[in-house]
């Protein structure tokens, strides 16, 4: 687009529309920019999967109809990038819906009650220590499901990247609610910290690993932190955990 250009010495309204319009033009140039590079990294990273999908099913018709052992690790490989990008698109999905910030449903609930709804179904399933402690009664205004979802978000990081107890806690801050989850796993070193709420962004290491992540879930959770009007903050030290700590405004309209 081609910039309004006005002399700098003018202080009319004029010049101050002529500003705002610039302002706005670069805001929106920005995110296009934006958008672009999430449609790129986002083909790039749907893409990898199904690369090593197709090269597989080709060993298993060239070698695999007569050789179990080859036919089983084809067949577990296809299964696994298979799972991993039906997750992926299930979660970019998501990350187009919650955009909607009209999609958002706000409602009088139990904090208390609402962790509670999200950490049971955990512990049954993964068999893990998932402690919680906080005080009862703890009333906001929220999207409950949105609220349990990023929850669980955090609740599934920490159980992925630690072996141990994942602790819970839940505060009253006065105009907020506090909530804290700490892992006792690997941490995050400190210069990949700025960058883990980037969607498709994970740590070198856990890339490498091949946990199956997508690198998604804390984009996600950034997203809806913002539609609930949530702050979150990550500390991390290497080799001692992370903690994460979720504030919920207890009115709507302190954010
Ligand atoms: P992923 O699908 O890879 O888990 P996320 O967006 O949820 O994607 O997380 C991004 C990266 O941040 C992860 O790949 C991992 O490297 C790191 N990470 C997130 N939570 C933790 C945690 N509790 N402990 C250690 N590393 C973590």
């Given at each position: 687009?081609?910039?309004?250009?006005?002399?700098?010495?003018?202080?009319?309204?004029?010049?101050?529309?002529?500003?705002?319009?610039?302002?706005?033009?670069?805001?929106?140039?920005?995110?296009?920019?934006?958008?672009?590079?999430?449609?790129?990294?986002?083909?790039?990273?749907?893409?990898?999967?199904?690369?090593?999908?197709?090269?597989?099913?080709?060993?298993?018709?060239?070698?695999?109809?007569?050789?179990?052992?080859?036919?089983?690790?084809?067949?577990?490989?296809?299964?696994?990038?298979?799972?991993?990008?039906?997750?992926?698109?299930?979660?970019?999905?998501?990350?187009?819906?919650?955009?909607?910030?009209?999609?958002?449903?706000?409602?009088?609930?139990?904090?208390?009650?609402?962790?509670?709804?999200?950490?049971?179904?955990?512990?049954?399933?993964?068999?893990?220590?998932?402690?919680?402690?906080?005080?009862?009664?703890?009333?906001?205004?929220?999207?409950?499901e949105r609220f349990r979802q990023l929850?669980y978000i955090?609740?599934?990081?920490?159980?992925?990247?630690?072996?141990?107890?994942?602790?819970?806690?839940?505060?009253?801050?006065?105009?907020?609610?506090?909530?804290?989850?700490?892992?006792?796993?690997?941490?995050?070193?400190?210069?990949?910290?700025?960058?883990?709420?980037?969607?498709?962004?994970?740590?070198?290491?856990?890339?490498?690993?091949?946990?199956?992540?997508?690198?998604?879930?804390?984009?996600?959770?950034?997203?809806l932190?913002?539609?609930?009007?949530?702050?979150?903050?990550?500390?991390?030290?290497?080799?001692?955990?992370?903690?994460?700590?979720?504030?919920?405004?207890?009115?709507?309209?302190?954010?």
């Amino acid at each position: 687009y081609e910039k309004i250009q006005m002399s700098v010495d003018r202080k009319d309204e004029m010049a101050q529309m002529a500003l705002t319009f610039n302002e706005m033009m670069e805001q929106l140039e920005q995110n296009y920019k934006q958008q672009e590079q999430f449609v790129s990294n986002a083909s790039h990273e749907l893409k990898t999967p199904l690369t090593v999908i197709e090269s597989y099913a080709r060993l298993l018709t060239r070698r695999g109809f007569d050789n179990r052992d080859v036919a089983e690790e084809a067949v577990g490989a296809i299964l696994s990038e298979s799972v991993r990008m039906k997750s992926m698109i299930e979660q970019l999905l998501q990350l187009a819906k919650n955009d909607e910030l009209a999609t958002f449903q706000f409602e009088e609930t139990d904090l208390f009650d609402q962790i509670e709804k999200t950490v049971k179904p955990m512990r049954q399933a993964y068999a893990r220590q998932f402690d919680f402690e906080g005080i009862k009664d703890s009333i906001v205004t929220t999207d409950s499901e949105r609220f349990r979802q990023l929850l669980y978000i955090f609740l599934d990081n920490a159980r992925k990247y630690s072996d141990d107890l994942v602790k819970i806690t839940l505060q009253d801050e006065g105009d907020s609610y506090a909530i804290a989850i700490t892992d006792y796993g690997n941490g995050i070193p400190q210069e990949a910290l700025p960058h883990v709420f980037n969607r498709f962004y994970r740590v070198e290491e856990d890339r490498n690993r091949k946990t199956g992540g997508t690198g998604l879930g804390l984009a996600i959770a950034k997203q809806l932190a913002d539609g609930l009007g949530a702050g979150l903050k990550m500390e991390s030290i290497s080799g001692m955990g992370t903690t994460v700590r979720i504030t919920i405004p207890k009115r709507l309209d302190s954010h």
